[in-house]
């Protein structure tokens, strides 16, 4: 895209003006991440599928949005190698997380391993932690997922935790449903919060059903909208009502800007995470149409 130029982007009506001069965020300037209110939160999962040509492109592309829907908070995850250019390059108002963090909790001898307060001092605002894929290849259990949750808090980053159910999963029906989501893997979660509700307030939970991300399925309105409201339901029985009500749950698989609507419209539903289309131009259209359908509840 051109500096300065009106484009249109995706199949979508919505044009955004491209800026002149891209607002540049700095480590400094993202020091201690504040969320104001329960905005809807969009967070780009860039995976390990990013070069260092592909990272220059879409930080440019972010850069260039003209302005960041008030009610829409935005973030980005790129692959640990990156973390640094987007923490410099990226502008201020799009927040960065790792995809992953470790449960160490100082600086030390853990090679290999990522301490949350490196994180932190790096720019870095969240901590994306229990993505489907780290819970298949690395085999990571629900404790480790939020043991790793509590590191990033402890630390003063975000958590957004990962939590969703597999194709034979979802075919088994809600009690089998009920009992991944809730009884492993959102069970895991609070045995290592507690119900303390300043550490609830910094995280966010992404439903992401396994069988929908990368795969071009998507879990309908309706069906993205029940399981929302079955995790908030179980929140504010063990936790407490405010907490439930505060809690940003995000739904992600293989959501695009033709299917961001109508999924932003659903009352539960206060976020996505994007895998795919946070790669390309697709990820403008996705904010846009999520701001419109956040006009339709
Ligand atoms: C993801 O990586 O979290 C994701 C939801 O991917 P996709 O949007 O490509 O399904």
Known sequence: MMAGTLCAVGVGTVMYLVANKPAKGSKKARKGRKTEGKKF????????????????????????????????????????????????????????????CGVMEKYGAFTGDSFAGMLKDLGCEWALVGHSERRQYQKESSELVAAKAAAALKQGLGAVVCI???KTEREGGL???????????????????GNDQSAWANVVIAYEPVWAIGT????????????????????????GPTTAANLRIQYGGSVKGATAKELAAQPDIDGFLVGGSSLKDDFLLIISEAEAGLKMR
């Not at 599928?49 to 302005?67: F, M, P, Q, W, Y």
């Not at 008030?70 to 995809?99: G, N």
């Not at 009690?175 to 919060?193: E, F, H, I, N």
């Open 216 to 239: 071009g399925l998507s879990a309908t309105p309706a069906m993205a909208q029940e399981t929302h409201k079955l995790i908030r339901d179980w929140v504010a029985a063990k936790i």
């Open 41 to 100: 939160i969009i967070g780009g999962n860039w995976k390990c599928e990013t070069n260092c040509a592909k990272v220059d492109e879409i930080i440019t592309r972010l850069n260039g949005i003209e302005s960041i829907p008030d009610a829409i908070e935005i973030y980005c995850c790129p692959p640990f190698p990156h973390l640094a250019t987007a923490t410099i390059d990226l502008r201020a108002d799009i927040a960065v997380s790792s995809q992953d």
């Open 164 to 166: 969703g159910e597999s």
């Open 175 to 193: 009690s089998v449903m009920k009992k991944v989501l809730l009884d492993d893997q959102m069970t895991a979660l609070l045995k290592a919060l």
